[in-house]
């Protein structure tokens, strides 16, 4: 069974410029994260999807970040226009169980690292 | 105001030891507590958790030890093998809501 993959897996980028990461997730699982992290810090929450309705948004840090998962499958975070302060990297988690249910055990994918000069 | 706390950055110890590594947290709503683990360019894997209702759990080498009075955890790893080399992330998470991470702790297994 694959396991969580994500594209690209390093992207290098100038301020100003757009950047779409993708995500797909175990086949089944329902529930799809975003989490980033930066260099030396903690790993960041950023929106929870449920099939294709986002569950909690509360992370994401401004409206430059816009995420979809259309049809409930994959899911794309688009950074436009990217910041110095957006570099980082990107993880993508899944899990087939709700937040309800699940112990906290989830998924990841390898990240996707973004350089923003 | 982070709610997970990871005070040591990095940890060193010898092959065969025991690595303890710890976590402090702040809200007594969490339910879970987890511990992953991360190589360099992978994504963390799950490794162990404990309920909040229990103080202790176990799984081969590794046993989590939770202290609520206190709001602290600790994963604790005999022995200790240069394979367990990794990035160990503590997490918490309460009913419904999302896992939330600490800083990390870099453990570094000489042999």
């Known amino acids: 069974e694959a396991g969580v993959t994500q594209f690209p897996s390093h992207s290098v980028i100038e301020k100003g410029q757009t950047v779409t990461l993708r995500c797909d997730p175990i086949?089944?699982?329902?529930?799809l994260y975003w989490y980033r992290r930066v260099m030396g810090k903690e790993i960041k929450f950023l929106l929870h999807f449920v099939k294709e309705s986002k569950q909690d948004e509360s992370g994401m840090p401004n409206n430059r970040f816009l995420a979809e998962r259309t049809g409930g499958t994959y899911s794309t975070l688009k950074v436009q226009p990217a910041e110095l302060e957006d570099s980082g990297v990107y993880f993508c988690?899944?899990?087939?169980?709700?937040?309800?249910?699940?112990?906290?055990?989830?998924?990841f994918g390898e990240g996707s690292r973004l350089t923003v000069l | 105001d982070q709610q997970v706390k990871q005070n040591s950055p990095s940890l060193s110890v010898q092959e065969g030891r025991i690595s303890i590594l710890n976590c402090d947290y702040t809200?007594?709503?969490?339910?879970?507590f987890l511990w992953y683990k991360k190589y360099p360019a992978e994504g963390p894997t799950f490794l162990i958790s404990i309920s909040s209702i229990k103080d202790k759990n176990e799984d081969g080498r590794f046993t989590v030890f939770l202290n609520k009075s206190a709001k602290h955890l600790s994963l604790h790893i005999v022995p200790s093998q240069p394979g367990d080399s990794a990035v160990y992330f503590c997490?918490?998470?309460?009913?419904?809501?999302?896992?939330?991470f600490g800083k990390g702790t870099t453990l570094s297994v000489s042999s």
């Open positions: 997490a918490a998470k309460m009913a419904g809501t999302a896992l939330i």
């Open positions: 086949s089944g699982h329902d529930n």
């Open positions: 809200n007594s709503m969490f339910d879970y």
């Open positions: 988690a899944s899990s087939p169980l709700s937040l309800r249910e699940n112990t906290g055990e989830l998924f």
